[in-house]
T-cell receptor, first 114, second 112 residues
Framework: EPEVTQTPSHQVTQMGQEVILRCVPISNHLYFYWYRQILGQKVEFLVSFYNNEISEKSEIFDDQFSVERPDGSNFTLKIRSTKLEDSAMYFC????????????FGPGTRLLVL | DQQVKQNSPSLSVQEGRISILNCDYTNSMFDYFLWYKKYPAEGPTFLISISSIKDKNEDGRFTVFLNKSAKHLSLHIVPSQPGDSAVYFCAASDSNTGKLIFGQGTTLQVKP
């Protein structure tokens, strides 16, 4: 069964450093999402992406964040200058047609900023 | 942002009995609802969904009920199995946006 994959599974970085989290969505899916879950809190929406453009972003997704689909398979989330409060699980999700459809999630990347 | 609420942080049920997990929402524009199951350090796994044009959807041991007038949905698991022990998240989206709004989650423990 096709699935969303994410790398790395864990990332430890120093405050102020840049990190890139990678995702490979399900191959025929067209809409891509990033969510995060800070320990003990809800899963929160960060950004949605379609047709090589951001279609929606949350207040969390400030200028320190960016997303890219550099090739036909990868979807990346970059945090330019990490802060302590960026420590969280980051989940990628994808869906075929976007609205009103099930989003399928990857296993997540655990980011720890020291 | 409390648009989706799961007021019970935990639920404990005996194996073989019914588990009922509840979820309330406030945004009347939500028209698609999902339940996800999550284990620690893993991503949410899709369980079952329901569109606002329906009031019930069933898939094996899992049934989701939607009461639009009460802005309430519930997930029934019957019979419950120890392998069902996990955190269950309710999520909702509306036709204007594809983003999911999640509840806080309910930890289900099914005792053998």
């Amino acid at each position: 069964e096709p699935e969303v994959t994410q790398t790395p599974s864990h990332q430890v970085t120093q405050m102020g450093q840049e990190v890139i989290l990678r995702c490979v969505p399900i191959s025929n899916h067209l809409y891509f999402y990033w969510y995060r879950q800070i320990l003990g809190q809800k899963v929160e929406f960060l950004v949605s992406f379609y047709n090589n453009e951001i279609s929606e972003k949350s207040e969390i997704f400030d200028d320190q964040f960016s997303v890219e689909r550099p090739d036909g398979s990868n979807f990346t989330l970059k945090i330019r200058s990490t802060k302590l409060e960026d420590s969280a699980m980051y989940f990628c999700a994808s869906t075929i047609q976007g609205r009103g459809e099930t989003q399928y999630f990857g296993p997540g990347t655990r980011l720890l900023v020291l | 942002d409390q648009q989706v609420k799961q007021n019970s942080p935990s639920l404990s049920v005996q194996e073989g009995r019914i588990s009922i997990l509840n979820c309330d929402y406030t945004n009347s524009m939500f028209d698609y609802f999902l339940w996800y199951k999550k284990y620690p350090a893993e991503g949410p796994t899709f369980l079952i969904s329901i569109s606002s044009i329906k009031d019930k959807n069933e898939d094996g041991r899992f049934t989701v009920f939607l009461n639009k007038s009460a802005k309430h949905l519930s997930l029934h698991i019957v019979p419950s199995q120890p392998g069902d022990s996990a955190v269950y998240f309710c999520a909702a989206s509306d036709s204007n946006t594809g983003k999911l709004i999640f509840g806080q989650g309910t930890t289900l423990q099914v005792k053998p």
